[in-house]
């Protein structure tokens, strides 16, 4: 395979690498007290992946680059902040309290909140556009556009939120999905 190289790396750094189509993660785990170590083995490892995606005529992006300490909450008070940031080369890469991965809004104490308001928000965003449109729709045709823009969202890596609270998320999506109801069968609200 073209990135097996890449995965030489994880052994000499003692990192996991993940890697998705263009998209790479390194992993690295640490006690609160060994950042400062660990931030030292991410620069050289992501120095490292840096050469073999130069080499290969790649280029690796830093604005895409993001940075996040992951613990509980007693742990992540100990670090100052979000955590210590990565310098690599002339780039500081920052750590995050929420990071994007493949459409998923992770957090830094990995609960979904944030990936739930941004999912319900942009749901109902399009919710209050079709409901705009909605006269002049028939019902197969407002359920078709429903699904396509709507149901899409709610579904996508759904599986991330097995492990979550079932009150905050099931009373935003149920709030949702009966809005959704309501749009499709023509109900007034």
């Not at 996991?16 to 785990?29: A, P, V």
């Not at 290969?56 to 613990?71: H, I, P, Q």
């Not at 902040?81 to 500081?92: A, D, V, Y």
């Not at 078709?144 to 939120?161: E, G, K, P, Q």
């Amino acid at each position: 395979m073209y990135a097996a190289d890449l995965a030489d790396n994880d052994k000499e750094h003692k990192v996991i690498i993940h890697g998705y189509s263009d998209d790479t993660q390194l992993y690295i785990h640490c006690q609160p007290d060994e950042t400062a170590t660990a931030v030292a083995v991410l620069e050289r490892c992501i120095k490292d992946v840096d050469d073999w995606i130069s080499a290969n005529r790649l280029k690796l992006n830093m604005d895409k680059t993001e940075l996040l300490w992951v613990g509980n909450k007693y742990n992540l008070s100990k670090l100052n902040g979000f955590g210590p940031s990565l310098q690599l080369k002339s780039s500081t890469v920052n750590s995050y309290q929420h990071v994007r991965v493949l459409g998923v809004q992770f957090s830094s104490d990995l609960s979904l909140d944030k990936h739930i308001s941004c999912v319900s928000s942009s749901c109902f965003h399009q919710l209050r556009q079709l409901r705009r449109i909605r006269r002049s729709l028939d019902k197969a045709s407002a359920a078709t556009l429903v699904h396509a823009f709507v149901t899409s969202r709610v579904d996508y890596c759904n599986a991330v939120f097995a492990a979550e609270p079932k009150t905050a998320l099931c009373t935003r999506i149920y709030t949702g999905l009966t809005l959704l109801r309501e749009l499709v069968t023509n109900f007034v609200y």
